[in-house]
């Protein structure tokens, strides 16, 4: 047996007599085994991700919802207005999208404008991260599930925690490029359905805007569990630039932040 010194011995077994035999323990020493995955775990966690997205929204062709949303405007790193805009939104899913003012707040300073201040940075208030693309300030924008998301991002899985849904991974996203318009940061994913659960996530150095520098825009999302379908119901957007034009004119830095708590969801 493994583990046992190896003898031979030679006896004569007595006739009315037990014999007892017993091993002597041998320490047995193995060569260093080092065994390495065949593939980075968070490369079959996004494969997957990509693979159900559709089988994810299946059936989901539009929902509405109630929406608070606050939003605050910086210039020069003083605050120009803070407002708060009470809506209701309706969405098609893949075809469009609208949201109706109820009720809006607005600081003394602009209290003299009749609507609600527009400070949305894409052309949609609910921005699904699990598409392919995101049009931002005239960039396209690959998405970190994007159907060919491994030509633009390499990924690396940070943890594993549990929650009420099961295991939830977090991953790092990391753009394999400098040049190209996409993001970094990271994600999160729930094991059962592989549906996106949270983002962390803001531009590389890729999305550029004519006449604007230092760009910069950070995306917050927190999801729920809706009906079977995963939706945001935490959204937080902040950012800043700089207009110049051609070093002739420079204007102060810009910087905004819009908070959204998402409620009241209708399948």
Do not use: C
């Not at 037990?18 to 995955?37: C, M, Q, S, W, Y």
């Not at 708060?84 to 899913?93: A, D, R, T």
């Amino acid at each position: 047996y493994v583990g046992y010194k190896t003898d031979t011995l030679s006896i004569n077994v007595p006739t009315q007599k037990k014999l007892f035999v017993t091993l002597r323990p041998d320490a047995v020493r193995l060569g260093e085994v080092v065994i390495n995955a065949s593939e980075n775990p968070a490369y079959r966690i996004i494969r997957e991700a990509i693979k159900r997205k559709e089988e994810n929204r299946k059936g989901l062709n539009n929902f509405e919802y109630d929406a608070y949303s606050k939003r605050i405007m910086k210039s020069g790193g003083e605050i120009a207005f803070v407002e708060e805009v009470f809506l209701k939104g309706y969405n098609k899913v893949n075809d469009w999208e609208k949201e109706f003012v109820l009720s809006f707040h607005k600081t003394e300073n602009q209290k003299n404008t009749d609507n609600a201040t527009d400070v949305q940075i894409t052309d949609n208030y609910y921005i699904d991260f699990s598409r392919d693309t995101l049009s931002l300030m005239m960039n396209t924008i690959y998405l970190p599930l994007a159907d060919n998301a491994f030509d633009y991002y390499d990924y690396k899985l940070l943890e594993i925690t549990e929650s009420e849904t099961g295991d939830v991974y977090k991953i790092e996203v990391i753009p394999l490029s400098k040049i190209q318009p996409l993001l970094k940061g990271e994600i999160t994913i729930e094991d059962g359905s592989y549906a996106l659960t949270s983002v962390n996530l803001e531009t590389n150095e890729g999305v550029r805007f004519l006449f604007v520098k230092n760009l910069h825009i950070k995306f917050v999302q927190r999801l729920g569990n809706y009906n079977g379908y995963w939706l945001p119901n935490y959204v937080e957007n902040e950012g800043g630039f700089e207009m110049s034009f051609q070093g002739l004119l420079s204007l102060d830095i810009i910087e905004f932040k819009v908070i959204n708590n998402i409620t009241e969801y209708k399948i």
